[in-house]
C-alpha cells in the first residue's frame, strides 16, 4: 500500500500524485513528474492573509507601546513577516493544489521580427 501525505499533489491533467519533494525549487512553475505538462500551484486565501496581516502589523506594535516613528517603522518592517508567516501557515493547514499553467501576454514578450517582404 503506497502511503499518502495530505501535502501530497494531483496533477490536474493526467490526475497522478506526486511529492512537492519531487518539484525542483526556484521557478514559479513546474513539470509534472509523470506526465511533463507544466503546472503552477494556485495561490489561496490571498486576500484574507494580507488583511490580517495588516491588522496583526498595526495592532502588535501599539500594544507593546510604540508611537510616532518608531511605531511606524516597526509596523513597515512587521507587515511582510506577518504576510510571510501567515502564507507558510496557510500552506500547512490548506496546503494548495496544482494547476494547469497559462503563460500570460506579458511572459511572452517578442520583439516580432519577422520579415513580410
Same mark, same amino acid.
Given at each position: 500500500? +503506497?502511503?499518502?501525505?495530505?501535502?501530497?499533489?494531483? !496533477?490536474?491533467?493526467?490526475?497522478?500524485? $506526486?511529492?512537492?519533494?519531487?518539484?525542483?525549487?526556484?521557478?514559479?512553475?513546474?513539470?509534472?513528474?509523470? !506526465?511533463? #505538462?507544466?503546472? #503552477? *500551484?494556485? /495561490?489561496?486565501?490571498?486576500?484574507? @492573509?494580507? =488583511? #490580517?496581516?495588516? $491588522?496583526?502589523?498595526? #495592532? $502588535?506594535? *501599539?500594544?507593546?507601546? $510604540?508611537?510616532?516613528? =518608531? *511605531?511606524?517603522?516597526? =509596523?513597515?518592517?512587521?507587515?511582510?513577516?506577518?504576510?510571510?508567516?501567515? @502564507?507558510? /501557515?496557510?500552506?500547512?493547514?490548506?496546503?494548495?493544489? =496544482? +494547476?494547469?499553467?497559462?503563460?500570460?501576454?506579458?511572459?511572452?514578450?517578442?520583439?516580432?521580427?519577422?520579415?513580410?517582404?
Amino acid at each position: 500500500m +503506497k502511503s499518502t501525505s495530505r501535502y501530497n499533489t494531483n !496533477c490536474p491533467s493526467c490526475g497522478a500524485q $506526486f511529492s512537492p519533494l519531487q518539484i525542483p525549487l526556484g521557478k514559479g512553475n513546474f513539470p509534472c513528474p509523470i !506526465c511533463g #505538462v507544466r503546472l #503552477v *500551484y494556485a /495561490i489561496q486565501h490571498t486576500f484574507l @492573509i494580507t =488583511a #490580517v496581516s495588516a $491588522f496583526v502589523a498595526t #495592532v $502588535f506594535p *501599539y500594544i507593546l507601546g $510604540f508611537r510616532g516613528l =518608531a *511605531y511606524t517603522l516597526c =509596523a513597515i518592517c512587521l507587515f511582510p513577516v506577518a504576510w510571510m508567516l501567515g @502564507i507558510f /501557515i496557510a500552506g500547512l493547514v490548506d496546503p494548495s493544489p =496544482a +494547476k494547469i499553467y497559462t503563460p500570460r501576454s506579458r511572459d511572452r514578450i517578442s520583439l516580432n521580427l519577422t520579415d513580410k517582404n
